[in-house]
């Protein structure tokens, strides 16, 4: 698990995750919801 090393040093928006990379610095992603589904592609009639 990780460290929480400081505290309010980004302004955070919701929906999306925070996490520091390989280099250093601070990177935001958006987050994946469960639950959706994409829509399905429509079947052609022959």
Known sequence: MGKIIAKNVVERKSGYLYYVDGKGNV???????????????????K
């Open 27 to 45: 990177c935001e992603a958006k987050m994946a919801r469960g639950g959706r589904k994409k829509k399905a592609a429509k079947k052609k009639k």
